[in-house]
């Protein structure tokens, strides 16, 4: 069992930066693979970033390629999210999922554990 907790979240103006962090206990992240998804008001989840825990293969959507960056640190057993030039499309509440394995999915339903999610507003 993985317990995940999101924190960072907040308010920044258009063009600024956050940096969002995932936390998980229960178990070492080491053979799982990590995302980061988000959903908007009145919108689907969707998949935002994601990393291979086992050698670090890092994936994007092309909405974020470029603007934000996902890491992960071992020793912290905890995922991150790097996020720059924020525009107001991105505000969304984030989420950090994991499920075992080493292969991208990108879909949300496929992933075996989730946090409660963080709040990101940009402002316009």
């Known amino acids: 069992q993985v317990q995940l907790v999101e924190s960072g979240g907040g308010l920044v103006q258009a063009g600024g930066s956050l940096s969002l962090s995932c936390a998980a206990s229960?178990?070492?992240?080491?053979?799982?693979?990590m995302a980061w998804f988000r959903q908007a008001p009145g919108k689907e989840r969707e998949f935002v970033a994601a990393?291979?825990?086992?050698?670090?293969?890092?994936y994007y959507a092309d909405s974020v390629r470029g603007r934000f960056t996902i890491s992960r640190d071992g020793s912290k057993n905890a995922v991150y999210l790097q996020m720059n030039r924020l525009k107001h499309e991105d505000t969304a509440v984030y989420y950090c999922?994991?499920?075992?394995?080493?292969?991208?999915?990108?879909?949300?339903?496929?992933?075996?554990?989730w946090g409660k999610g963080t709040q990101v507003t940009v402002s316009s």
């Open positions: 999922a994991a499920r075992p394995g080493t292969s991208i999915w990108y879909a949300p339903s496929v992933y075996n554990y």
């Open positions: 229960g178990r070492t992240l080491g053979g799982y693979f």
């Open positions: 990393i291979s825990w086992t050698g670090g293969s890092t």
